[in-house]
């Protein structure tokens, strides 16, 4: 569908709630109807703002009395809010306006499974909302720890990790500025574990590459005396991420996870039990990563990105020369690709 057949769309629905004979809950559920369809698999911008221009008109025409309903409504609304490219701080304000008066009808009224995902996606609004200084990131934790009072590892595990990847990722954005900060990053890598555990990679690929990845994440970057070990964990993280994340299917999550790898590599030693030898070999390997990204970010747009792993090509070489000029003979590629 394109942008302009999304207005269309709109525009047509809106007409036939004006016009139709139909009850004032069937044009609801209408409405509603359109705006998911619109929302599920979105191909533009308009096609997000569309579907919540129908779920305020669903709402404006929405009784007071169909509290579940309408409950209903601004639950799918925020999502659709959550969901715009670049949503700014009001928008995301808007959002979780929405999810906050879902879930003070659903907690009464709904099922159990309807307020579990209204709290997830309101933790998610309130970890965005923290990232802009706008909302303490323990209201999000408080929400996601909420939803896994209905989403557990039997039931839902799809959930249930996605959950403890949210957990994490939300320990590890906490500032580490006290004593505290080692438990949570020791609590973050649990939370990553414990998603490992009910998700697998034949039955839920993406979340086990997204978890993998980002539990490498979490052992690269932890301040810990066993920064070798960890590296190394990390490095079979990654691993695992790429088993999934191809640069065929999926070419932009490939390039992040073969970056982070790269920068995992920077730090390691060639030989972990002789770490005075250096980390030659690692870097040549390191380098021929960062390039396979480096490639996908410029195809893909992302300058930002680009730039950063252009500037440590350039540290690499620098340091590759300082260490006597670069002998590679292609084994680092080789290397990189049996990681």
Known sequence: MTASRAKEQVKAALAAVDSEAAGTIEKVEMLMEIAMGLQTRPKSLEDLESAVEL?????????????????????????????????????????????????AVLRDHGREEELAEVEMNLGLVLQSLASMGRAPITDAISAYQRALRTFDRVAFPKEYAILQ???????????????????????????????????NIVDHPTEYAMLQNNLGNALQYASSSHAVENNLRA??????????????????EYANTVANRSNCLMNLPDDPEQPDKGNRDNLMRARSGY???LEI????????????????IEEIAQELERQGGDRSNGS??????RI
């Open 55 to 103: 779920y305020e008109r669903a709402l404006e025409i929405c009784p007071a009395e169909q509290y579940v309903l309408r409950a209903r409504l601004l639950a799918r609304m925020g999502t659709a809010l959550q969901a715009l490219p670049g949503a700014d701080a009001d928008t995301l304000v808007r959002a979780q306006d929405s999810h906050e008066a879902a879930r």
């Open 235 to 252: 490095l079979e993280a990654y691993a695992e991420a790429l088993k999934v994340r191809t640069r065929e299917t999926t070419p932009l």
């Open 297 to 312: 970010f410029e195809q893909s747009g992302e300058a930002e990105k680009a730039g950063l792993i252009r500037e440590t």
């Open 291 to 293: 390039a396979d990204a």
């Open 165 to 199: 990847n949210n957990l994490a990722t939300a320990f590890l954005s906490i500032p580490f500025t006290d004593e505290r900060a080692k438990m949570r990053e020791a609590l973050a890598v649990q939370s990553f574990e414990e998603g490992l555990q009910v998700v």
């Open 332 to 337: 680092g590629a080789q290397e990189d690709a």
